[in-house]
């Protein structure tokens, strides 16, 4: 841990990905290309399904709001990591550290909830077809995202009011290219063991409860697509699913994955580099996903190009 003095903070050391300085240039044009990708690509998505009329469904206000949230989630982490990669400066301030890592942790969280509620959403739309409009109005969709944030912004906000308790050590350096949880724990030399306990179980405690609700909506989006006696209607049922299977899959198989990784070996920042995984690429593909298994989303895309070929 290093020494164990408490001091008043004023910055961290962020070691990030690599040290070497042969890497930084290509680190810097690697990932300002993933997060132009990922800006546009999620913009692209909020465009599409708020301009076409047809996609003014439950289902894709579920999805401009997913792509909202990955957009402030890549934005938490990738423009800092840039700038410290082009001024060679890794230092960031402890004002800015605990915001970050607040933010990401928000943002992550949301993305989870959201993810949770387009499984319910895909759920009421197989299992209950014909009461799906009357089910998922949009009063309830809004309603639905709004709690969300509420109570994630309750969540945070604990959060924050126990970070602030803590103290640190002299040895601050975080094996990490952001403020990360975990990493910005291990740097406290707080005796406040319960503060600690919450703060490293409270958003497993999240994630494994949406985890659990998306299950179990899809072991009951199975159960009703076996009672399906055509095969064209199966298909269709599971087409209609494919793409949030896809994310989500993504999304907890890289985080999952991870964090086992971050538990069996102590090479930090290897841990570091393959986080990159989910905070960056994940938000990057998922555009992708929903564009190329997406049948709607394709006919949208087509239709605004040659809305522009023909008004240039």
């Known amino acids: 841990m290093g020494p164990k003095n408490k001091t008043h903070i004023s910055q961290f050391l962020l070691l990030g990905i690599s040290e070497d300085p042969r890497w930084q240039t290509v680190l810097f044009g ?29 289902m894709y206000f579920f999805l401009s709001n997913l792509s909202f949230v990955d957009i402030c989630f890549t934005s938490t982490t990738v423009p800092k990591m840039l700038l410290n990669l082009q001024s060679h400066c890794k230092f960031i301030v402890y004002r ?7 933010s990401f942790l928000f943002f992550s969280v949301l993305d989870i909830s959201l993810l949770t509620i387009m499984a319910y959403d895909r759920y009421v739309a197989i299992c209950h077809p014909l009461h799906y409009t009357v089910i998922m109005n949009p009063r309830l969709c809004v309603l639905m995202v709004l709690v969300f944030w509420i109570a994630n912004s309750l969540h945070i906000s604990s959060q924050g009011f126990m970070v602030l308790q803590l103290s640190f050590c002299t040895e601050l350096k975080i094996n990490h290219f952001f403020c990360e ?28 409860g949406s985890l659990i609700a998306i299950l179990c909506s899809y072991y009951k989006i199975l159960s009703c697509i076996g009672t399906i006696s055509s095969a064209q209607g199966k298909y269709k049922a599971f087409s209609t699913c494919a793409s949030h299977v896809s994310v989500v899959s993504l999304f907890y198989c890289t985080g999952i994955s991870i964090y086992l990784s971050s538990v069996v070996t102590e090479n930090t920042q290897a841990t570091a580099r393959a986080s990159v995984l989910y905070s960056v690429v994940t938000p990057m593909l998922n555009p992708f996903v ?16 040659r809305w522009k070929q023909n008004h240039l």
């Open 96 to 102: 800015d550290c605990i915001t970050q890592m607040l």
């Open 181 to 208: 949880l975990n990493q910005v724990l291990q740097l406290t030399c707080s005796e406040n063991f319960v503060n600690v306990l919450i703060m490293y179980l409270l958003p497993m405690v999240l994630a494994a």
């Open 290 to 305: 929903y564009c190329l298994r997406n049948k709607d989303i394709k006919d949208a895309v087509k239709k605004l190009l």
């Open 30 to 58: 690697l990932f300002l290309a993933m997060y132009l990708v990922t800006v546009l690509g999620n913009l692209l998505i909020i465009l599409i399904t708020i301009s076409d009329s047809h996609l003014h469904t439950p």
